[in-house]
């Protein structure tokens, strides 16, 4: 069996869970252990030796109790059907945790797009669009960039669906675009500032503050490097990161330093050498690091980096989830057992949807928001779920990841009963 196969029954499991927890019925728990619609395609691009390669492709529209489907679509040779299955069934839960009118959706094409040129590229991007052609636009599911896909692939898919229908304007059906063609102001710095605003919340909650407080973190790229950005102003110190040895690329290291690393300094090194971890301190391995005695432990890299090899070593009073993934189910228990909170990443790295749910609004409605307005509605709207996440797992007695599945699942629940599905 696959990873991923592994991890979609891991997922099924943690859902029955919480749906006998909270007390949902079995056949609501029938209706969300499996995605609505999936579809998968064969796509054929002219390469440009003049031969044709087929690649793989899937999109999976999870539930649409609360709305269209949103989410992702990576290219990436790793993508396989199950793993779709699993992302979209996630996003159903992060976008209803928010509260927003809408379903989770996934999709992706196995493919190394490095080993594309750019006018393959663009084909095979045009060519995804005809093949979800019927099942995408702003009221049905509305794709936007994920691994290895930006804001021009959102371009190409923007291009190629108003030209398949009849030349209507219908951006809002792909979010993540460049703001020059209807993409929102405060996107790029959206999960990194919501991560940074879940550890505000959290530490207002338990009546500290963040000034002096230490962290470490793994990884500096979108999410890492705003996260430190926010968490910096807001006086917290950044002991350690943890990233990718841009020399040895299957391995990564640490740099620490407990006077505080300084992040115009690891920005620096990231833009003028390529690896953010140029910088002056001590060299620590990748057990040292998760080990740190800090106050904040912040995997925002990538999935399964805390397990039961390393969870037992960990000092940190919180660990946040701001990568997708980054703790597994073993790793988990053991925080559990050790009473380390643990804020889940279906919270904490839900800036990026919400931001995202705001430039599908600002399409439809034709009406354009500045950085402010969007910053002070996602610390807002953040804010309201964060609450409530917490409120959750102090009525049920659960830890934060499962007042959030509860709190997710219950709006399913609730649009399902008054849609007369169950
Ligand atoms: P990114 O590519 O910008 O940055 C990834 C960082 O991880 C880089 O610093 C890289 O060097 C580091 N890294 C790569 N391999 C590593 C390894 N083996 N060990 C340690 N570090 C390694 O990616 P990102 O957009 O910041 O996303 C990070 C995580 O957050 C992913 O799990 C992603 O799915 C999740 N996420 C991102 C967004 C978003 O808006 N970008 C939204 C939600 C979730």
Known sequence: MTKAYDQFINLQKKLKEVSDLAGFSESFYNIIREPERIIEANIPVKMDDGTTKTFRAFRSAHSSALGPAKGGVRFDESVTYEEVKVLSTLMSLKVS??????????????????????????????????????????????????????????????????????????????????????????????????????IKKYYEKIGKSLKGATFALQGFGNVGSYTAKYLVED???????????????????????????????????????????????????????????????????????????????????????????????????????????????????????????????????????????????????MGKAIEEVFATSEKYKVNYRQAAFILSLSRIEKALKLRGRI
């Open 235 to 381: 006086g917290a110190k950044l002991l350690a990161i943890n990233s990718k040895d841009h020399n040895h690329p299957n391995s990564s290291y640490g740099v620490y330093d407990d006077k505080g690393l300084d992040i115009e300094k690891i920005s620096e090194a990231k833009e003028k050498t390529g690896s953010e971890l140029n910088i002056e301190g001590k060299k620590i391995t990748d057990d040292e690091f998760f080990a740190l005695d800090v106050d904040i432990l912040i995997p925002a890299a990538l999935e399964n980096v805390i397990d039961e090899t390393n969870a037992g070593n960990i000092k940190a009073s919180l660990v946040v989830e701001a990568a997708n993934g980054p703790v597994t189910e073993a790793g988990e228990a053991i925080l559990n057992e050790k009473n380390i909170p643990l804020i889940p990443d279906i919270l904490a790295n839900s800036g990026g949807v919400l931001v995202s749910h705001y430039e599908w609004i600002q399409n439809i409605s034709g009406s354009y928001w500045d950085e402010e307005e969007v910053r002070n509605k996602q610390e807002k709207d």
């Open 97 to 198: 945790l928010l509260g927003l009118p809408l379903g989770g959706g996934k999709g992706g094409i196995v493919v190394d797009p490095k080993k594309l040129s750019e006018r393959e590229l663009e084909a095979l991007s045009r060519g995804f669009v005809r093949a979800i052609n019927n099942y995408i636009g702003p009221r049905i599911d509305v794709p936007a960039p994920d691994v290895n896909t930006n804001a021009k692939i959102m371009g190409y898919f923007t291009d190629e669906y108003i030209a398949l229908n009849g030349g209507k304007n219908d951006i809002a059906t792909f979010t993540g675009k460049s703001t020059d063609m209807g993409g929102s102001l405060g996107r790029t710095e959206a999960t990194g500032f919501g991560v940074y605003l879940t």
